[in-house]
């Protein structure tokens, strides 16, 4: 990782509110409706941050997103070309994965868990890397895209508020702490997803004070049990015919 990489371009703000999608809203078309608070609007100027979530900014499965360790979900720039060239897409806008800060400069690899970054006002601190899940595909109606992202890497990640502030599109984020250089978010990505049979790794990696609490419980049921938990209903979510 490199050390002199220690800021990125808060290059687009998104917030939104859950809706409910109908059959034929979305790219595919699933035989009955979903919630989500997937789609996301750009904002201009200067907008509240608060411990929990952006201003206008909301969630539709609260056990699952948001929250104090989940209040914004962040998504590199870089990652757009790849998607757009491996998948066929048009040109993608800020905001296609659903994330609230859209940034360049800064990718898994250079991000670690527990960095502490100053943007605007605000103060936030790298909680998790974010886990794909089923909305992200039943949006692009790809199936496997959930799976995909998370195999590449290519996730994003979380930050947690440790100070509130105003924040706005066009600033930076600036490290200011790194008590964790030894956990990048693609390392911890790596131990959750493909090292899954490494338990000292999972040991370790729930042993981070900077890690968020749900991360920690999975990685300790997994060291208790030997064996990683199945991700199929993250990943895949209900049928269309069932949910």
């Known amino acids: 990782m490199s050390k002199s990489v220690v800021k990125a371009d808060l290059i687009s703000i998104q917030v939104g509110l859950p809706k409910t999608i109908n059959q034929g809203e979305a790219d595919d078309s699933p035989n009955s409706s979903w919630t989500t608070g997937f789609f996301k609007n750009p904002v201009q100027g200067k907008i509240w941050l608060s411990h929990t979530n952006l ?4 969630q539709a499965d609260l056990h699952n997103h ?6 914004i979900n962040t998504y590199p720039h870089e990652h ?3 998607w ?21 400069g800064l990718l898994e690899s250079d991000v670690c868990i527990g960095d502490i970054f100053d943007v605007g006002e605000a103060r936030i601190q790298v909680s998790q890397p974010r886990q794909p899940c089923w909305k992200l595909s039943r949006r692009w109606g790809i199936h496997d895209l959930a799976l995909q992202v998370q195999n590449t890497g290519r996730t994003g990640w979380y930050f947690r508020v440790l100070t509130e502030g ?3 599109a066009g600033t930076q984020l600036v490290l200011s702490e790194r008590p964790h250089p030894q956990w990048s978010v693609s390392l911890a990505n790596d131990i959750m997803h493909q090292r899954t049979s490494d338990m000292e790794a999972a040991r370790s990696l729930m042993e981070c004070d900077g890690l968020a609490l749900r991360w920690k419980a999975t990685l300790a049921k997994r060291v208790a049990t030997g064996s990683a938990s199945s991700n199929d209903a993250r990943l895949y979510g209900p049928s269309p015919s069932s949910s």
Do not use: C, H
């Open 166 to 168: 105003f924040v706005e």
């Open 66 to 71: 948001g929250g104090l360790e989940k209040a």
């Open 80 to 82: 757009y070309t790849y």
């Open 55 to 58: 201003e206008g900014d909301g």
């Open 84 to 104: 757009e060239q491996t998948l066929g897409w048009r040109k993608l806008d800020a905001g296609s994965f659903g994330e609230n800060f859209t940034i360049n």
